[in-house]
């Protein structure tokens, strides 16, 4: 069966300091991988996808960046935090498009992030 | 444009009321697919149900049931016999089928608190 991993579950950061988020995907091969965010109190938005090793694809401008280094782990980094990055930051994977399963996306522990 | 609306931001029942969670959607997709996902208070994203816009049959699984109607567009989730187990946010999803990968639109989810 497929497990997916997150860590850390959660992470106090000072604003202006580094960050590396990093998820890892077990049981299944080629992914495709995701980052959302879920803000205090709202729904989850997506932050980056990943249909393979190297290609990440941004939806929405910020201060983060994305990386896949191996077929089934994802990171997200940022050289420098703001308060904004504040909140619940989801990995998400899914079979590769082909197959009506292919839409389901099934998401990991999640990692709660402060920067103060 | 793709959107998912929740009208309901929190409902409260009392353990073995029966309760309905809506959820309308808009797409211009032809082909899409729904889906239903649970956040217990743990934090990680739970996988209920995916839905193809094609099969508009109702759908029962033990105590939950959906009731697909795309001449409203909507997508709503009913809880029979609800127990405190229930409590979580749920959130409704849509991804449509004409990007070149499987996005998810959420909604900005229900939560349900059930008392005993």
């Known amino acids: 069966s497929q497990t997916i991993h997150q860590w850390p579950a959660t992470l106090v950061q000072p604003v202006g300091s580094p960050l590396s988020l990093e998820c890892t995907v077990e049981?299944?091969?080629?992914?495709?991988l995701y980052w959302y965010r879920q803000a205090a109190g709202r729904g989850l938005q997506l932050l980056f996808y990943s249909v393979g090793i190297g290609q990440i694809s941004s939806e929405v401008p910020q201060n983060l960046s994305a990386s896949r280094p191996q077929d089934r782990q994802f990171i997200l980094s940022s050289k420098k935090l703001l308060l904004s990055d504040s909140g619940f930051y989801l990995c998400a994977w899914s079979v590769p498009k082909g197959e009506e399963r292919s839409y389901e996306q099934y998401f990991g522990p999640g990692t709660r992030l402060t920067v103060t | 444009a793709q959107k998912v609306t929740q009208a309901q931001t929190e409902i409260s029942v009392v353990e073995k009321e029966d309760v309905t969670l809506d959820c309308v959607y808009e797409?211009?997709?032809?082909?899409?697919?729904l889906f239903w996902y649970k956040q217990p208070p743990s934090g990680e994203l739970v996988f209920l149900i995916r839905r193809n816009s094609f099969d508009e049959q109702n759908e029962i699984s033990g105590r939950y049931s959906w009731n697909f109607q795309k001449s409203t567009s909507s997508f709503n989730f009913t809880i029979t016999a609800s127990q405190v187990v229930d409590s979580a946010v749920y959130f409704c999803?849509?991804?449509?089928?004409?990007?070149?990968?499987?996005?998810?639109?959420f909604g900005t989810g229900t939560r349900l608190l059930v008392s005993p």
């Open positions: 999803a849509l991804s449509g089928t004409n990007t070149g990968f499987q996005k998810l639109v």
């Open positions: 049981g299944t091969s080629n992914p495709n």
């Open positions: 797409t211009r997709d032809t082909t899409y697919y």
